[in-house]
Each structure stands twice: as C-alpha cells, then as structure tokens.
C-alpha cells in the first residue's frame, strides 16, 4: 500500500493525458467539421448561381422567341371577321375585323402593359394598323347575286406585314323584284246591252329565287274582275 500515492498520481497523470489527446482530436474534428459546413455553404451558393443563371437563360431565351414571333403568329388564331347579310344583288360590303385595335403606351420605364384603344371591338385585341379585305373578292361578289349561306375568305394583314387567312361567313337572302305580266284584257258589259273591253297591266312583286310559281304573277293563277 505504501506505492498507492504513487500509483494514483502515475494514474492521474495518464487519464490527464488521454484527455489532451482526445482534446486535441475533438478540436481537430471540430475544425475538419467547420471546414466541410464552409464547403457544404459554398457548394449550395453555387449551386444557387447556377438555378439563376438557369432562370435567366430561359428568360432570355423566351424574350427572344417572343421578338422573333410574327404578329401573324402572335395573334393570327384570334382574328375575327363580322358575318355579312344581305339582299342578292346588293354590292358587298368591305370585310369588317370584329376585333379591337389597340395601340401599346410605353411607361417611363420602357414597359409597355398599357394600351390605347383606337378601336372598339367584341373580339380580342389586336395592334392598331390591322387591316382585313376579301382574298377573293371576284368570287364574294358572284356569290352575293344568289340567295345562300357561303363561307368567303379573309385576307388579314397585320402591322408587321405578315398575313393571315380566315374565315367569314355570308348570308345572302332572296331579293323581292318587280314582274310585270303581258297586258290582261279586262271587258264590262252596261246595261244597255254595249261593251267595252280595256287593256291594262298587271304588276307584282316576288323574290327572286323562291319556289312560287311564275305563273302566279301571269295570272293564271290570279283573280281578275271582271264587270
């Protein structure tokens, strides 16, 4: 027992010194620890400038698909033309864009999300300087003499000069014209016994292209009086 003391200290002495060591590597851990959190922190924040030059890139692309993209293509899907009614034989009117025409306003900053309507529309907006005519007008104006249902074709032209063809619709209804038949020979007989006979006109209006008979306004079909 008289080396206990001794062995004790010797003892002390020896915990003392695995506890430096392990000091020394938990430092040496926590420093290795804050270098990968540096490392790691790094590694995200790049991977941040990454996503946003990603962001970036699509946008710039995208702006630049955009300023390539023709007004036709921009807009050419949103076109409408006014339906067109009339009476066979009647001139044909010009085609008409059911659409609004609209003029960009830029703002201070170059933006340009507002925009003046220089003409009212049902239909979508379009830029100002649409213009619309018939792509055929020889063949709209052949089917304006027969009464019908037709579909014509509309040459649009936007702004930017490219063009677009759409459809219009055109109804065109049986025009009511005058017939004069052959002179009718109406007689009247007085009561003395003498006659006398007259010849007149006989005038009627139908529409021109229906199903009534001719022979209606020849009349043979008709009520004459006679006196």
């Known amino acids: 027992m008289k080396n ?12 003392q ?7 020394l590597f938990t430092e040496v851990i926590q420093q290795v620890q804050t270098k990968v959190n540096t490392a790691q922190k790094k590694a995200n924040e790049t991977a941040q400038v990454v996503r946003n030059v990603k962001l ?3 946008e710039a692309n995208a702006k630049l698909a955009d300023a390539k993209m023709t007004d036709a293509q921009r807009y050419g899907k949103q076109v409408v033309v006014n339906p067109v009614n009339i009476t066979a034989g009647d001139p044909v009117p010009a085609s008409k864009l059911a659409n609004a ?6 703002r201070a900053n170059g933006v340009s ?20 005519v018939w792509a055929n007008e020889a063949q709209v104006k052949a089917d304006a003499q027969q009464a019908g249902n037709y579909t014509e074709y509309v040459l649009v032209t936007f702004p930017d000069g490219f063009q677009v063809t759409v459809k219009a619709q055109m109804k065109v209804v049986a ?11 109406i007689s009247s007989s007085s009561k003395n016994g003498s006659s006398s006979t007259m010849t007149t006109s006989y005038t ?7 199903e009534r ?15």
């Open 113 to 132: 999300t507002l925009s003046l309507v220089v003409n009212n529309g049902q239909a979508a907006e379009l830029p100002a300087g649409t213009t619309a």
């Open 101 to 106: 025409l609209t003029l960009p306003v830029s």
């Open 213 to 227: 008979s001719q022979d209606e306004f020849n009349g043979v079909n008709g009520n004459w009086l006679t006196l």
């Open 175 to 185: 025009a009511k014209v005058a017939h004069q038949n052959s002179n009718a020979i």
């Open 4 to 15: 206990a003391p001794h062995q004790l200290t010797v003892a002390k002495a020896e915990l």
């Open 204 to 210: 009627e209006g139908y529409e021109s292209g229906s």
């Open 56 to 58: 970036d890139l699509a």
């Open 17 to 23: 010194k695995e506890q430096d060591t392990l000091k």
